[in-house]
């Protein structure tokens, strides 16, 4: 099976990979973040600053490194799938654009322009609660 590059920010990354693995999937999961986000960061009466936070961690300090590891991994002649869950999607859609990769899977995407970053030229799947046309709760 090809490879997945596997980006996360909710789930346990080791818990999604190993799944992917037992179903016969190179993974591999790059480290993201200067830091990590509180796992209690977001639930009420929390002090935490998400958008301090993505300040410090955004897309311009996460995507080199997912690059990193996609040129590496298509310099051994590979081709690569990418899943991106919440924050990790915006990463899989720059590359989609690109024809970077083969195949992107997100899951509650965030940091998505819609309409247009629906029209990838790639095999996609979209997993959300939110529905795209009107940003409401669905």
Known sequence: APPLLAQSTHAPPQLLADDFARHGYKVV?????QEAAPPDGLNPGSTFDLGAWFGRNGVDYSEPRVR??????TASGVKVG???????????FNLAFENAI??????????LQIPADLEV???LR?????????????
């Open 29 to 33: 999961v790059p480290d993201l973040f």
């Open 68 to 73: 990193k590891v996609l040129a590496a991994l």
């Open 82 to 92: 990418v899943t991106g869950y919440c924050y990790g999607a915006r990463s899989g």
């Open 102 to 111: 083969v195949a992107l899977a997100v899951a509650h995407p965030s940091l």
């Open 121 to 123: 030229r790639r095999r």
């Open 126 to 138: 979209v997993t959300s609660c939110v529905h795209f046309a009107s940003g409401a709760e669905g």
